[in-house]
Every structure is written in C-alpha cells, then in structure tokens.
C-alpha cells in the first residue's frame, strides 16, 4: 500500500537555528514529490516539485532534497515568519499527502 | 488572476441538512478537485473531474456529490449532513504540469 510519513509531527526551533523536516514514502511508481507551507485557517501553499533523486529547489530559506526512499526540506537560519505546517504529497496515478510537521520557530 | 476560490468560509449545518459548497477556479485549469483534512490525518481525496462533464470519486466519497457544468465550477454537495462530514474541505485545481494549487477552505461543522 503507497504510504507517505512525516517526521517529526512537531519542532520548535529558536531563531537561527538550521534543522530538517523528513518525508519517507513507501509507492510505486513515484511521478513527483510535493512540497506545500500551510498557514492557520488557510489553504495549502505550493512550494517545490521534486522529479528524481538526486534532484534539489531552493527557494529563500528553504531547500528541499529527494531520495529514492526519502525528501528533506531544510530550513537555514528559520525566522518566526517560518512558523506553519509543512505537507509533504508524493505523486503515482494519484496525490497521497502525509500528516506533515508542524514548526515553531520562537525568537 | 483570483486562482481557487471557495465559499463559504464557514458554515454550521444540522444532522440530516444538504448544502453546497462552491469552487471556482480561473486558471483554466482542466483538473479539479476536493479535499477534506482532519486532525492527524493527510489531506483525502473525496471527488475529482478531469473536465467539464467528466468527475469521478476519490477514497472517501460516501456522503458527496459533484458535477463539472463548467471548466470554471466545480461544486461538492453534502445530500444528508452527518457528524461525520464535519472537517475542513479543500477545492484545488491544476493545469498540464502536476502541481495543485488550493483554495482557502471551507470550515463545515455539522452538529
């Protein structure tokens, strides 16, 4: 069965300080991974599309990494303006999101 | 460009009530579809629509009905509302590339 999984559910992070957030899938056929931001009471926010391992976006603080196994999203020196939660969705014939992780980053 | 919109942004129903949400998308995009996200859950897949005239379910179905008129609207409808149904609904569209972009979201609480 295709099943993504997030770790972990939560990080607190001071300002500053470097950390990533995991995404393990387990799917055939993988045609894409997703990356969105999701803010309070607002809709998800797309942020990278990853094809093939090996493959890396960068965008501002953020850069997201991919495996044959596995995707990271790094967040460099975060800034409370990072504080949301993160969703990770791999893409076969249909979108399977995971749970995601919810960062706090503290000033 | 508005991208997805949704309305309403929240809404209190009675057991056994209908209504309808609305999605409106001005993308041009051919691929719709809705969401529901609950606590500890990823987002599900409830219905989709290829095009306008064409939808098809999703893996929690039971409880919704859609139609495509339009390329532009694409309306989920709770026929008896149950407790169960109470959750944050996500529209969301794409166009050729596999990327989804997602409306606001519609909070239903259903008592």
């Known amino acids: 069965e295709d099943q993504v999984t997030q770790s972990p559910e939560a990080l607190r992070l001071q300002e500053g300080e470097s950390s990533s957030l995991n995404c393990s899938y387990t799917?055939?056929?993988?045609?894409?991974l997703f990356w969105y931001r999701q803010d309070p009471g607002k809709g998800p926010e797309f942020l990278f599309t990853?094809?093939?391992a090996g493959e890396e976006k960068e965008k501002e603080r953020l850069k997201a990494t991919l495996t044959k196994k596995e995707s990271f999203l790094h967040i460099t020196a975060p800034k409370p303006e990072d504080s949301a939660t993160y969703l990770c969705a791999v893409y076969t014939d249909k979108l399977i999101f995971g749970t995601g992780t919810r960062l706090q980053v503290f000033p | 460009n508005a991208g997805v919109t949704q309305t309403p942004k929240f809404q209190v129903l009675k057991t056994g009530q209908s209504m309808t949400l609305q999605c409106a998308q001005d993308m041009n995009h051919e691929y719709m579809s809705w969401y529901r996200q609950d606590p500890g859950m990823g987002l599900r897949l409830i219905h989709y629509s290829v095009g306008a005239g064409i939808t098809d379910q999703g893996e929690v179905p039971n409880g919704y009905n859609v139609s495509r008129s339009t390329t532009e609207d694409f309306p989920l409808r709770l026929l008896s509302a149950a407790p169960s149904q109470t959750s944050v609904y996500f529209c969301?569209?794409?166009?050729?590339?596999?990327?989804?972009?997602f409306g606001p979201g519609t909070r239903l609480l259903v008592l």
């Open positions: 990853l094809y093939s």
């Open positions: 969301a569209s794409r166009g050729s590339q596999e990327t989804q972009y």
């Open positions: 799917v055939s056929g993988l045609r894409g």
